[in-house]
Structures are given as structure tokens and as C-alpha cells.
């Protein structure tokens, strides 16, 4: 019953999903994490994998960058291939000055300036929530696993921030709120996964802030990365 964009049947993929955006992040996940890992997608090189952690099916599936691309695989995997829950792991900048590098935060929902919601349903929404049921397990599994989970609102934009000329004039682009992150997918995954009636979460890992210049080693980004995602497994097969 292939998509446009997914070439599997709907028994290759579970009813829990996680979604980072890097297709060969998705590929490093199964390998690493997943019992007998089967690749299942590999349509324009978008990964996907099905296994099991801890006995439970998961299905690893790459987004791409930007809402449109998360937009038609969440839309894909919730209608066509049964998800229930969507959750995305990714990195994040941020421009909140109590929020560090290679801190985790959880979204509690996101805010966007896009167009994506008026040009798919024809409403103007700029902000829209997380799952609760989602968030309290990851929150549940952070304190069991002692990590100092950042939970707060966050920033969907349409451009990569770093890339901006004027970052003032980009933030001041959004209201007066306590945002912990920006990135590029999160709105675009909570919408969707409202509209179907499913559920959606986000985690994050900080690589990059405005009040935090230390450069990044490649061990140190992993090492986080890596928490992250068991942090996410640990929560979505509860």
C-alpha cells in the first residue's frame, strides 16, 4: 500500500515512530539502539526502520528539514500506515539565556509564522500544543533516569536562524515569550498529528545559542544526541 513517499506495507511499520530529521541519523538509531533492524523505506533516501527495543516495535523514520517535509511523512504514517504517536528527536538553537548547550528540552508546543496550516485547511493558527500523554512519560522517564529535561515553549521557523543578517529583527519576528528553542519541524508535526486525532512529541538537544559559544566536539554532541534518543525510546514504549 505504498504512498507517494512511503514505498512498504503497513505491517513494515509500528505504531510508535520516532523521527529524527537526518535520514542517516535514522539509520544510526536502528543499528545502535533496535533489535534485528529491518529497513523498510528508502524512497528520495528517507530511511526508514523497524525493530523492537526492550521487545516493543518502533519504527525509525526520517523527516527531512522544514515543516513541508515532516508535514507529508507525519500526514503519510498517521492516515495511511496507522501511527499513533510521532515523536520527533532533532537539535535545536536557542536564544533563552538560562538554556545551555547540549541541554535537553521537550516541547511543550510550538509557535509558526508559516503558512502551512491556512494553505492545508484554510485556518490561521500560530501556535498549538504537544501531546500531554507523550510529555508526561518523557518527563516520568527524565526523572527516573535523573536527566534535567528543559520543558517549555517552542519556536518553528521557516528559515535556519544562524543564516539570518539581522538576528534581532529575526526574533523580534515573534512575541514576547519565554521560548527555550527554534528549530524547523515541530509545528509542523503538532499540527498534523491534531488534526488526525494522534499524538505528537518533540525532544531536543541544544547545539547552537546565542548566550553560549563554546564550540562542540563531535564525542560531546553524540554523547548528548545519544541520551536524547534513549530518553525518547524509554518513554514511547511505556
Not at 139 to 148: E, P, R, S, T
Amino acid at each position: 500500500m505504498a504512498t507517494p513517499h512511503i514505498g512498504c506495507e503497513k505491517k513494515d511499520i509500528a505504531p510508535i515512530v520516532l523521527m529524527p530529521g537526518d535520514p542517516l541519523r535514522a539509520k544510526y538509531i536502528a543499528e545502535n539502539f533496535l533489535e534485528n533492524p529491518k529497513l523498510v523505506n528508502e524512497v528520495r533516501n528517507m530511511f526508514g526502520y523497524t525493530g523492537t527495543y526492550k521487545g516493543k516495535r518502533v519504527t525509525v523514520f526520517a523527516s527531512g528539514m522544514g515543516i513541508p517535509s515532516i508535514g507529508i511523512y507525519a500526514y503519510e504514517l498517521y492516515k495511511y500506515y496507522d501511527v499513533e504517536t510521532i515523536v520527533r528527536i532533532g537539535t535545536c538553537g536557542s536564544f533563552n539565556k538560562d538554556i545551555k548547550l547540549l541541554d535537553v528540552i521537550l516541547s511543550s508546543g510550538a509557535y509558526c509564522k508559516s503558512y502551512f496550516d491556512e494553505l492545508l485547511d484554510g485556518v490561521d493558527i500560530d501556535f498549538i500544543q504537544s501531546s500531554d500523554t507523550i510529555n508526561r512519560k518523557i518527563m516520568n522517564h527524565a526523572k527516573l533516569k535523573n536527566v534535567d529535561l528543559k520543558y517549555g515553549k517552542t519556536i518553528t521557523s521557516d528559515v535556519f536562524d544562524l543564516y539570518c543578517d539581522d538576528e534581532q529583527k529575526f526574533r523580534g519576528n515573534f512575541p514576547d515569550m519565554n521560548f527555550l528553542s527554534v528549530e524547523m519541524e515541530a509545528f509542523g508535526l503538532f499540527y498534523i498529528a491534531k488534526k488526525l486525532g494522534r499524538e505528537a512529541g518533540c525532544l531536543m538537544t541544544v547545539v547552537d545559542s546565542l548566550f553560549d559559544k563554546r564550540s562542540l566536539t563531535a564525542e560531546q554532541r553524540q554523547n548528548s544526541l545519544n541520551e536524547m534518543i534513549e530518553l525518547a525510546l524509554e518513554s514511547i514504549i511505556e
